[in-house]
């Protein structure tokens, strides 16, 4: 299961994100399940909650460079844990789009919940 919030990198509806987690799925050979908070929830998403851990740690401190925000970010401790931290330096191109022929492929492997179909999103592996 990945909670997921509603940002637009993510949501149910993004053509790149639904090639891109069913190919995943494919190639781990797992099924994954897609939990959305509604809007304006975030208080309630573990992610959030270690942001905002992360800004308390720094407590103000000037990130004037990568490798200072990364030093920062690797040695706080968050419920007595210390986070993995990467420099990811791949530049993502904007504005790319699955197209609808193309992403008919995609569709067999994505099941959304009859009750919450834009929040609650299975992918099966098949």
């Known amino acids: 299961m990945i909670e997921l919030d509603g940002g637009?990198?993510?949501?149910?509806?993004?053509?790149?994100?639904?090639?891109?987690i069913v190919e995943l799925a494919k190639e781990i050979g797992l099924k994954i399940r897609?939990?959305?908070?509604?809007p304006y929830h975030s208080k309630y998403n573990p992610i959030e909650r270690c942001w905002a851990a992360l800004e308390n740690y720094w407590h103000g401190a000037i990130l004037g460079s990568v490798e200072s925000a990364l030093g920062w970010a690797a040695n706080m401790t968050w419920k007595g844990l210390k986070p993995i931290v990467h420099f990811v330096s791949r530049t993502y191109?904007?504005?790319?789009?699955?197209?609808?022929?193309?992403?008919?492929?995609?569709?067999?492997?994505?099941?959304?919940?009859?009750?919450?179909?834009?929040?609650?999103?299975?992918?099966?592996?098949?």
């Not at 897609?34 to 509604?38: G, K």
């Not at 569709?107 to 009859?114: E, G, I, K, T, V």
């Open 8 to 20: 637009s990198a993510t949501r149910s509806n993004r053509t790149q994100f639904i090639k891109r």
């Open 34 to 38: 897609l939990i959305y908070y509604p």
């Open 93 to 126: 191109e904007k504005n790319r789009k699955v197209a609808p022929d193309d992403l008919l492929q995609y569709q067999d492997f994505w099941l959304p919940s009859l009750l919450l179909p834009k929040w609650d999103i299975t992918i099966l592996p098949l």
